[in-house]
């Protein structure tokens, strides 16, 4: 099974940048797609980047141009940074991992215990 960790959230500034990062361990297929989940209090869960084999990346339009999805493959390891932070920002941030493009857009797949970013204004 796989098992994923997220770290890096914690408190910043508007304009500030962080960067999370999701360590995954136990067998994990390198075409599989991942992605970075946020959830606000009130909001319904929003994937806001995925990436998929070749490092084809999509972003949401809330944080394009803004955040950046990778990974690093040597070291089991998938990041998004985040820059031009804005208080919308503010949630628990999830990795995922599935199979396919389509369990991974419906929730599907394994998941972290998520790292909360908030954002002052």
């Known amino acids: 099974q796989v098992q994923l960790v997220e770290s890096g959230g914690g408190l910043v500034q508007a304009g500030g940048s962080l960067r999370l990062s999701c360590a995954a361990s136990?067998?994990?297929?390198?075409?599989?797609?991942m992605g970075w989940y946020r959830q606000a209090p009130g909001k319904q869960r929003e994937l806001v980047a995925l990436?998929?084999?070749?490092?084809?990346?999509n972003y949401a339009d809330s944080v394009k141009g803004r955040f950046t999805i990778s990974i690093d493959n040597a070291k089991n390891t998938l990041y998004l940074q985040m820059n031009s932070l804005k208080p919308e920002d503010t949630a628990v941030y999830y990795c995922t991992e599935a199979m396919t493009l389509g369990d991974l857009m419906s929730g599907l797949g394994s998941w972290g215990q998520g790292t909360q970013v908030t954002v002052s204004s």
């Open positions: 136990g067998r994990i297929f390198v075409s599989n797609p």
């Open positions: 990436i998929t084999s070749g490092d084809s990346t």
